[in-house]
């Protein structure tokens, strides 16, 4: 084959936009026509002398070695696809057809340069991807970890957060963030903070590239607002490593591209959750309500019976409140109401439930008691915690509850025994009092 770059047919060659290679039987590139600066970056004679196989993304190496051993065993590729490392550190989709030439003992190939094609579909892929992930992901963290996948089949993203603004607080919070170059451990904020402080204050894309002396020590940073219809709620955080990739402005702009559908499967999520917030809890207390009190007393009383453990139900009411309510107002049994929670909260272990099933009646869902005993000290010490003084409106009230006890397996074995045993013994101490 005639390979000299001065012939006439070279020249007719170089004004193809497509990039023609010969490479021989070592996989080294013996012609390469002008396009290849165009599709690549290098100029022609950049090239010549190199193994073929080097430009090839490292993930696409294997692949492409097959493609290799068909056509030099006699089977032409027409539509093979690959991808190759520009000379800037991006990766360039490329479309190949290929056959060997027997009589010159070199692979003819014609490139294609597909990536604009291969973007939009992957875009495209994305948004679909990311609108079937809104509707399965079971809370925010899981959305958030599928668009994170979802985005490394679009750019590379090792280093990957999300940053959710409160407009309320003015607060900036991190539901995820993940580096896969850090081992355990919770990875450092300020430089992602910083960053996404920015690009929420300013609405605006953010693209950075700290220089180092080579360019194997270059750091990039590209970070988009996450826009909804309720203003900036966040903003999307990339960070390259040093010899990693180079984001520019086709990242810039893909990663802008599916910005807004993110930013929409997040405010869904969100507005899922609080829908199912406000199923299961209290809106005044934000504690448990009745419903959710069953589901986790089901739950607790299958463990009991699975791993032979006892569990109580200690159920509270507040002597005297209706005639508290009556005198103050409701806002001020409101502001008793959620202090008595508070204290209830703050004198129980973190995995026990305090539930409250309407008015001034409280439960107390605790798990793995040594003996039935144990459930009497914690009442004692809920009497002492909701007994202190509490001055409301220039009041001083000294609330007193009654509270009935229930344990399992002693008092039952299912939610209603317990429930039932555990509101009797709390009326039987509320009428053995005197009144006050």
Known sequence: METNPHTPLASFIDLMMDAVFAVDTDSRIVFVSAACERILGYTPQELVGRRMLDLVAPQDRDSTRQSVQDVMGGQPQLHFE??????????????????WS??????????????????????????????????????????LRRIHDILGLLLPAENFSVALHDADS??????YRADQREQ??????????????????????????????TPADWLCWLGVPLKSA?????????????????????????????????????ERQRMQARLLHMAQYDWLTDLP?????????????????????????????????????????HAAGDRLLRETARRLRQSVRASDTVARLGGDEFVVLLENLQTPADAAQLADKLRAAVGQPLEIDGDILHMRPSIGIATCPEHGDDEEQLLRHADQAMYVQKKARPAA
Not at 191 to 200: D, E, H, K, S
Not at 235 to 242: N, R, T
Not at 297 to 317: G, P
């Open 170 to 175: 003015d607060q900036l919070s991190f539901p």
């Open 184 to 213: 355990g451990g919770t990875p450092s904020q300020p430089a992602a903070g910083t960053l996404c402080a920015r690009v929420i204050e300013s609405g605006q894309p953010l693209l950075l590239e700290a220089a180092g002396d």
């Open 230 to 266: 309720n203003g900036t709620i966040g903003a999307l955080v990339l960070k390259s490593y040093p010899g990693g990739a180079r984001y520019g402005e086709r990242d810039r702009e893909l990663l802008q591209f599916v910005s807004t559908q993110i930013a929409t499967a997040i």
């Open 102 to 143: 027997p009589a010159d003992q070199l692979r003819i190939g014609v490139a294609r340069d597909i990536t604009e094609r291969k973007q939009a579909e992957a875009r495209q892929a994305a948004l679909y991807a990311i609108s079937e992930a809104a509707q399965a992901a079971e809370d925010l963290p899981a959305l």
């Open 82 to 99: 690959n991808r190759y490392v520009h000379k800037d550190g991006r990766l360039v989709d490329i479309m190949w057809s290929a056959r």
């Open 289 to 329: 309500n009745r419903g959710l009190l069953h589901d986790r007393l089901k739950t607790a009383l299958a463990r009991a019976r699975r791993e032979r453990s006892r569990l109580a139900l200690l159920y509270l009411d507040l002597d005297k409140f209706k005639q508290i309510n009556d005198r103050l107002g």
